[in-house]
């Protein structure tokens, strides 16, 4: 069974400090999505990085994708309490079109 | 359309009692998922439907629980019997073919 294990759990930031959450995997990914999900709310879909290595950049938010394709990492930088959430990284199975959702990382940008 | 909706927002019932969600997914969507989350939690996937033939199941869902997506178009999840352990955020989503999934707000149930 493929487990995602997010990390750190929980991170608690200045605004304007830079931050780092990482998503790893028991097995390859096939293909990892991002999602950052507010309170009341669904997630809602950042990225999604399919080529090992791959790098892409969303505004402040940096994603890299490891050359095993079995880690990714989201790093902000300048957070701003904008960015406060849960972030989610999820995986599409293989074959299947179950996505599995990692345990999150729940940030809180002070002001 | 604007998105996904579920209905109820909110639902607060007794141990034992049966309730029913429902989901109606973006019009256009094919594939259509639930998930149950727990308070600070990721999603865990309980099942999804291509169309109206249901895919695949996860193996924590007891028999207590059943979804349908009868037209392929909206869906419902019962759960029978409620039990304390099934107070949770019940998730629903939807995608086109090879595309991202995009959530409702969900329905949150507390099983008193």
């Known amino acids: 069974t493929q487990l995602l294990e997010q990390s750190p759990q929980f991170l608690s930031i200045q605004e304007g400090e830079n931050l780092t959450v990482y998503c790893n995997s028991s097995?390859?990914?096939?293909?990892l999505q991002w999602y950052r999900q507010e309170p009341g709310e669904g997630p809602v879909l950042l990225v999604t990085?399919?080529?090992?290595?791959e790098v892409k950049k969303l505004k402040r938010l940096t994603f890299q994708f490891g050359d095993a394709r079995k880690d990714s990492s989201l790093h902000i930088t300048a957070a701003q309490p904008g960015d406060t959430g849960l972030y989610l990284c999820?995986?599409?199975?293989?074959?299947?079109?179950?996505?599995?959702f990692g345990t999150g990382t729940r940030l809180k940008v002070l002001a | 359309d604007t998105g996904v909706s579920q209905d109820p927002r909110h639902k607060i019932t007794k141990r034992g009692q049966n309730v029913t969600f429902r989901c109606d997914p973006i019009?256009?969507?094919?594939?259509l998922y639930w998930y149950r989350q727990t308070l600070g939690q990721g999603p865990e996937f309980l099942t999804y439907?291509?169309?109206?033939?249901?895919?695949?199941k996860s193996r924590l869902l007891s028999d207590r629980f059943s979804a349908e997506r009868p037209k392929g178009s909206f869906s419902t999840l019962e759960i029978q019997r409620t039990e304390q352990g099934d107070s949770a955020m019940y998730l629903c989503?939807?995608?086109?073919?090879?595309?991202?999934?995009?959530f409702g707000e969900g329905s949150r149930l507390t099983v008193l």
């Open positions: 019009s256009e969507h094919n594939r």
């Open positions: 097995s390859v990914f096939s293909s």
């Open positions: 990085v399919v080529t090992g290595g």
């Open positions: 439907f291509q169309n109206e033939a249901q895919l695949e």
């Open positions: 999820a995986e599409g199975t293989s074959g299947t079109y179950k996505y599995i």
């Open positions: 989503a939807s995608s086109p073919p090879g595309g991202e999934l995009f």
